[in-house]
């Protein structure tokens, strides 16, 4: 059997879905937290474990009888012991294969989200040392963040930013997941690292024309004061943690820390990735362009 954890997360949930496509509903377990959002997946005759990253004996309850397992990275404060936690109770129930999410960047170090994502790349250090069969999935930034970072009123303003000419290879959570459910079906991705990205680099000044050819409506991306954008996001009502995040990603781009291509996401779906203008008409919920 297989174990998604997250199963109910856009990451977890694409998983889910993808191997429901091509391997029967019996051999899935689903781990989330809460049981009504994952009633949907026990109607389709998925097993669902309940349980978190911080309790142990529910995790080892959830790998009873599980061969491999998908660890969606967690988005909690206690990000690395949870993993940590995850880790153990794989290793204690013999699991055959982990699958990991971690993230893509040049450098890590020198990286302005550093505070918040160095425990992603210290718990693959922790699953080389388990001893386990691993398979680690680098992803780069999710198509699925632009509208956060564009803002609610992206059709009106524009899209202002920090985030200088940088670029980033977008790629869909969807996408992702089906990528990961992939390597979960077959052989031959045994202790190997995927680079997860789009097919191209994209500025923000590429998601603006993208957005207007999609709308029809002029959409200018902005490059605004580095200083003055963590006031402007809370002026707005955005939480601390929220502004934080979004503030050093856009550094980041800035700094070029994601401009890295691979064709490894092509090869795990066996087809190009959805392009910039397909991402954004589907995490803006385009159902046609307006004129």
Do not use: C
Not at 38 to 63: H, P, Q, T
Not at 249 to 262: A, L
């Amino acid at each position: 059997m297989i174990l998604v954890t997250g199963a109910t997360g856009n990451l977890g949930s694409a998983a889910v879905s993808q191997l429901l496509k091509n391997t029967a509903a019996d051999n899935i377990v689903a781990f989330a937290r809460d049981e009504n959002k994952a009633k949907n997946l026990k109607e389709k005759g998925v097993a669902v474990r309940i349980g978190s990253y911080d309790n142990m004996s529910s995790l080892e309850l959830a790998m009873q009888g599980v061969e491999k397992v998908l660890l969606i990275s967690s988005n909690g404060q206690t990000r690395l012991q949870q993993h940590k936690n995850v880790l153990a109770a794989a290793k204690k129930a013999r699991i055959k294969h982990i699958i990991y999410t971690g993230i893509l960047m040049k450098n890590i170090e020198t990286a302005a989200i550093r505070p918040f994502m160095e425990d992603l790349t210290k718990t693959e250090d922790y699953i080389r040392e388990s001893g386990m069969t691993f398979t680690v999935l680098r992803n780069t930034l999710y198509a699925g963040g632009n509208p956060l970072y564009a803002g609610e009123k992206v059709f009106e303003t524009g899209i202002n930013l920090p985030a200088g000419n940088g670029k980033a290879p977008f790629a869909l959570r969807r996408e992702m997941g089906e990528a990961a459910a992939n390597i979960l079906l077959q052989k031959g991705h045994e202790n190997k690292v995927y680079e997860i990205t789009g097919s191209e680099l994209y500025s923000y000044k590429d998601v603006a024309d993208a957005l207007s050819s999609l709308s029809g409506k002029t959409i200018n991306y902005t490059n605004i004061d580095p200083a003055a954008f963590p006031s402007k996001l809370k002026e707005i009502g955005l939480p601390e943690i929220v502004v934080q995040l979004v503030t050093r990603f856009s550094e980041d781009v800035k700094n070029h820390q994601f401009e890295i291509v691979t064709n490894h996401l092509e090869k795990l779906l066996g087809r190009k990735p959805a392009s910039l203008k397909e991402s954004l008409k589907e995490v803006f919920g385009f159902v046609h362009s307006v004129a």
